[in-house]
Nanobody, 125 residues
Framework: QVQLVESGGGLVQAGGSLRLSCTAS????????IGWFRQAPGKEREFVAY????????YYADSVKGRFIISRDNAKNTVYLQMNSLKAEDTAVYYC??????????????????WGQGTQVTVSS
């Protein structure tokens, strides 16, 4: 069983920055691909970014490309989401998720095996 805990959310003005953290339990964290998703009120949960295991390749949704950066520190069992130039439309609950099996597109929530409880990000305009 993998437990994921997100932190770092909060209230920020448009144009500001936040760094979210996703910390996982278990000794095999480095073998999991990690994705970030977000869900705004009344909307579906949507993909934001992922980082793979081997090589740490990353991929971003078009809506955040160039503003958000995903990274991982396997020694700390933690994945980060640095969010810059935040916009009001980035307001949502942000979730991290882990995929145990290698491969997959990692852009669909159904591909992930474990989820955190979420952290609220609110961007005021």
């Amino acid at each position: 069983q993998v437990q994921l805990v997100e932190s770092g959310g909060g209230l920020v003005q448009a144009g500001g920055s936040l760094r979210l953290s996703c910390t996982a339990s278990g000794p095999t964290f480095s073998s999991y691909a990690i994705g970030w998703f977000r869900q705004a009120p009344g909307k579906e949960r949507e993909f934001v970014a992922y980082i793979r295991t081997s090589g740490g390749s990353t991929y971003y949704a078009d809506s955040v490309k160039g503003r958000f950066i995903i990274s991982r520190d396997n020694a700390k069992n933690t994945v980060y989401l640095q969010m810059n130039s935040l916009k009001a439309e980035d307001t949502a609950v942000y979730y991290c998720a882990a995929r145990v099996l290698y491969g997959g597109t990692l852009r669909h929530k159904e591909e992930y095996d474990y989820w955190g409880q979420g952290t609220q990000v609110t961007v005021s305009s």
